[in-house]
């Protein structure tokens, strides 16, 4: 096409060309690349971590598994719906629960078989995603993007979708003076997040959980526990706790080890067992205080630019991949399913 011709006519050797680079291999930026592929564009995700998924997240600890971010997903819609029910027939996703706490309210939970991340790992299949590669900045030239890596390296893209959190998008355009109109900048200013502080502790032995292994916690400093053994994901006892709000952010900038016995020691008669060894991960951006900006953020048409994310479709899982479809439709691709 003319149009690719042309980017690659504006090429320098520090350059690779693509139709749309998607930053982000969280939910949102593979289920937008998922659908401009399957729609004939050209598409490059590139992420900072080290592989997919973003707080789709699993961590191997020895024999001990985690999920230590997103414990399920649910599905309200008929095309995340359908996502979830090939990810169970490819052997990616699997029934989890219908309830916690011992209350079954009919609502399925779904999670990754061996983790979480395999379900991002199944959005991913058949994409190209560069990992380990932090964006610096992006700026217009001319009629594409230029986006400038840590690394020194630039990516020079016809479209790009943005799907880190809000303040993160809003820093890279502003490093390359990507100027927004007022309301839209003051809207995405206003964007905030809870943050998250995650315990992810090894147990000596079982702790006696019943299936399906979690629960919600009322009071004290803990939200969420969860026995990634009885969930059966992990070959030893260990176990993901999850801090509230209030606790992380108070404790955000204090040493995590502290932290972390400090909610250990807050849930210590529930546990069953005694704790080996643990590990604190920090979710920065955890979850949108509120979600329900429009479905996604069109920050420029030509060229065009889009910013999408768990913080404009809906804070849950289901959300962020409504998000990255719309941001594809944004870009020209036809609307499908529900």
């Not at 050797?13 to 749309?20: A, H, K, L, Y």
């Not at 996604?296 to 910013?307: E, H, K, Q, W």
């Amino acid at each position: 096409m003319r149009a690719n011709q042309d980017l690659r006519d504006m090429e320098t050797p520090t350059e690779r060309t693509v139709d749309v680079l998607v930053i982000g291999a969280g939910m949102a930026g593979l289920a937008a690349a998922g659908a401009l592929q399957e729609a004939g564009r050209t598409v490059v995700v590139v992420d900072k971590g080290r592989g997919v998924g973003g707080r789709l997240a699993t961590r191997r600890v020895g024999g001990a598994t985690f999920d230590h971010g997103a414990q399920f997903v649910t599905a309200r819609s008929a095309r995340f719906a359908e996502v979830l029910e090939k990810a169970r027939v490819a052997g990616a996703a699997r029934e989890w629960c219908r309830g916690f706490s011992g209350q079954r309210d009919g609502h399925l939970r779904w999670c990754g078989c061996g983790g979480m991340t395999a379900l991002a790992r199944h959005m991913a299949l058949g994409l190209e995603v560069v990992s380990e590669k932090q964006v610096r900045a992006l700026r217009q030239s001319g009629g594409a993007w230029q986006v400038a890596m840590e690394d020194g390296a630039h990516w020079l893209a016809g479209a790009v979708v943005l799907t880190a959190p809000v303040p993160q998008a809003l820093e890279l355009l502003a490093r390359g003076e990507v100027g927004l109109l007022p309301e839209m900048e003051r809207r995405l200013a206003a964007v905030e997040y809870e943050c998250c502080l995650a315990v992810l502790a090894v147990l000596d032995g079982p702790s006696g959980w019943p299936m399906p292994g979690a629960f919600a916690v009322e009071g004290g400093p803990v939200a969420w526990m969860a026995d990634n053994q009885v969930k059966g994901i992990s070959a030893e006892p260990a176990i993901t706790l999850h801090a509230t709000p209030e606790f992380s952010s108070a404790h955000w900038d204090q040493d995590r080890s502290l932290s972390g016995q400090r909610l250990l020691d807050a849930v210590r008669p529930r546990l069953g067992a005694g704790v080996k060894n643990f590990q604190v991960h920090g979710w920065r951006f955890s979850k949108p205080m509120e979600a329900g900006l429009e479905a996604c953020a069109v920050v420029r048409r030509d060229p065009c630019l889009i910013l999408a994310g768990d913080a404009f479709a809906g804070s849950r899982v289901e959300g962020a991949a409504l998000s990255g479809w719309a941001a594809a439709e944004a870009l020209g691709v036809a609307a499908r399913g529900a």
